[in-house]
Every structure is written in structure tokens, then in C-alpha cells.
């Protein structure tokens, strides 16, 4: 007699493609504010002291698309899961909702709940 040792996971279609795109569209979002928001900040900081020779002009724009490089990365890494996490807080709860029987409001239903959330993430 055989036996069939692989595990099948079923996991829709649906569960993967909405929080990957909103990964995808949090992360571009995320790199352009973090982007802007550490140059501004570079900026300011840096006011008080203009490089004066040229070399200190290069090291000066090297170390603020360093600092505004890694200011996108940190955005687009914050921006990213908290988007992915509200659709998939979304698409879970559209699920449930569709498993209890409530199929026809479903999508009523999760878009309020994920707006519910979403307001009390941004304030």
C-alpha cells in the first residue's frame, strides 16, 4: 500500500495578489515620501555648515544620497508592510465573511472593516 507523504495547501489566488500589490504600491510610495523626508532632514541639519571647497561639495551630495537612499529604504520597508497588512487584513476578512455565509456583502463589509482599521493605524 502507498502512501502519499506531500502536504497540499490550498491557498487562493486572491490571498496572494492583494497583498503583494499592495506591497508593490506601498513600497513606491514609502521610497518617494522617506525619500523626500531625509533630504529635507539632511538639509536641515546641514544648513549651519555649506561645504566651502569642492571637494567638500562631493562628499557633501555623496552623504545626502546616502542618507536619502537609506531614508527611502526605511519608507518603502514601513509604507510596504503596512499597506500589504491592510489588504491582507482585507482579503482575510472578505473570506471569513464569505465562509459564515454573508456572501453577498461581503465586499461591504471587509471595505468598511479594512477603513475601521486603516483610520485607527493613520489616526
Not at 18 to 29: D, E, H, L, Q
Not at 30 to 57: Q, Y
Request: one cysteine or more.
Amino acid at each position: 500500500m502507498e502512501t502519499d507523504d506531500n502536504v497540499r495547501v490550498n491557498i487562493p489566488r486572491r490571498m496572494v495578489l492583494v497583498p503583494g500589490t499592495a506591497f508593490i504600491v506601498g513600497s513606491a510610495i514609502g521610497i518617494m515620501r522617506g525619500g523626500r523626508a531625509a533630504s529635507v532632514r539632511f538639509l536641515a541639519e546641514n544648513a549651519h555648515r555649506p561645504p566651502r571647497t569642492v571637494e567638500g561639495w562631493y562628499f557633501y551630495q555623496k552623504t545626502k544620497n546616502y542618507r536619502v537612499m537609506w531614508g527611502g529604504l526605511k519608507g518603502a520597508a514601513a509604507e510596504g508592510t503596512r499597506l500589504s497588512t491592510i489588504g491582507a487584513g482585507f482579503v482575510g476578512l472578505e473570506m471569513g465573511l464569505e465562509r459564515i455565509g454573508w456572501g453577498e456583502v461581503k465586499e461591504v463589509v471587509a471595505g468598511v472593516g479594512s477603513a475601521a482599521v486603516f483610520s485607527v493605524i493613520c489616526e
